[in-house]
C-alpha cells in the first residue's frame, strides 16, 4: 500500500510528539549526550578563548553558557544551576531553558515541574523554540501535568512561527492522523505545506501522501510524484519507498508532468540537492 509507512507514523503519534529532537529541546539528557562526546574538546577551547579575551569576553553568554554546560558534565549542577540563572538573567533564552530542564529533572535543585514550566516559558518569551516545544510535549503526553491538547497546539504553533518547522509538520500530523475532537485533515495538509515551505522533507514527504490519497486536498497524483521525489532527494528517510510505488503507477507522461512540476518546487523553494542517478 502506498504510503503505509507514513501512515504507521500516524498510528505512533504520541511517540513523535514526546520525543524531542536536537541538543535545546531535550535538557539533560542531550546535555549527557554532550558531555560524553564534546566536553574535552571544548573546555579546551573554552580555556583558550577565556584567556585570550579577558575577563568582560569570559563573562559573556556564550561563555557563561559553556562554562555552565562544562559543570553540568562535572556533576557540579548546583554551580551550573547558579550560572545558567545568571545567564538567562542577561537575556540568553538556551540559559533559561536549561534552567527549566534542571527543575523538570531535579539536578542541583530541587525536582519542581511548576517551576520548570515557568522557566520554560520565559525561554519562549525570550525566543526559544525548543521550549515552546518542549512545553507542547508537556502537555500533549500529560504525563507531568493534566493531557490539554489545546495548550500542546498552541505551544506548537507558537515554535513554528519561531522557525521550527518540525513544530509544524507535528501539528500537520496531530491534525491528519490524531483521534480527537480537534482532527481536521484539512488543517493538517495546511500545516504540511508551512513546514515544506520551510524545507522540511518530512513534510514534504507527508503533503505527497496527502496528495496522493486525496484525504485533506483534492487528489492531485502529479503533486504528490513531485513533493514525494522532493522529499527523498532531501533526505528522509520513507520517502524513497513511497516515491518508488507511486511512480510505477503512473504513466510515461504523468511522470514527465511530476517532474516538470519538481523542478518548480526546487525554483519556488531555492533548493540545490545532489545529484542522484538513481531518480530519473
Known amino acids: ?12 503519534l504520541c511517540s513523535q510528539l514526546v520525543c524531542a529532537d536536537g541538543v535545546d529541546s531535550s535538557g539533560g539528557r542531550a546535555l549527557s549526550t554532550y558531555c560524553e562526546k564534546s566536553y574535552a574538546n571544548d573546555l579546551a577551547i573554552y580555556r583558550h578563548i577565556a584567556g585570550q579575551g579577558g575577563s568582560a569576553y569570559a563573562k559573556s553568554n556564550d561563555l557563561g553558557m559553556m562554562r555552565a554546560q562544562f559543570l553540568y558534565c562535572e556533576q557540579k549542577y548546583k554551580e551550573a544551576f547558579e550560572i545558567y540563572k545568571k545567564v538567562c538573567d542577561r537575556g540568553d533564552d538556551a540559559s533559561c531553558f536549561q534552567v527549566g530542564a534542571m527543575y523538570e529533572d531535579g539536578d542541583g535543585v530541587k525536582k519542581n515541574i511548576e517551576e520548570a514550566i515557568r522557566w520554560y516559558e520565559i525561554a ?21 501535568v493534566a493531557k490539554d491538547l489545546s495548550k500542546a497546539i498552541a505551544y506548537y504553533t507558537r515554535a513554528g512561527e519561531l522557525g521550527d518547522s518540525d513544530a509544524y509538520y507535528t501539528l500537520g500530523l496531530i491534525f491528519h492522523f490524531y483521534d480527537s475532537a480537534q482532527k481536521d485533515t484539512v488543517k493538517g495538509v495546511r500545516f504540511f505545506k508551512r513546514a515544506a515551505q520551510m524545507k522540511n522533507p518530512k513534510a514534504m514527504n507527508a503533503l505527497g501522501s496527502a496528495y496522493w490519497s486525496g484525504i485533506g486536498v483534492q487528489k492531485n497524483a502529479i503533486r504528490a510524484y513531485a513533493y ?7 533526505g528522509d528517510v520513507f ?28 525554483r519556488e523553494l531555492n533548493i540545490q540537492v545532489p545529484i542522484n542517478p538513481a531518480i530519473k
Open 1 to 12: 500500500m502506498i504510503f503505509r509507512v507514513l501512515i504507521a507514523i500516524g498510528m505512533i
Open 124 to 144: 519562549m518569551e525570550r525566543g526559544s523554540a525548543a521550549a515552546a516545544n518542549k512545553l507542547a510535549s508537556v502537555y500533549f503526553d500529560g504525563i507531568v
Open 228 to 234: 514525494s521525489k522532493l522529499a527523498w532527494k532531501l
Open 239 to 266: 520517502a524513497q519507498d513511497n516515491f518508488e510505488q507511486l511512480a510505477r503507477k503512473m504513466t510515461d507522461a504523468e511522470r514527465v508532468d511530476g517532474d516538470l512540476m519538481y523542478d518548480g518546487l526546487l
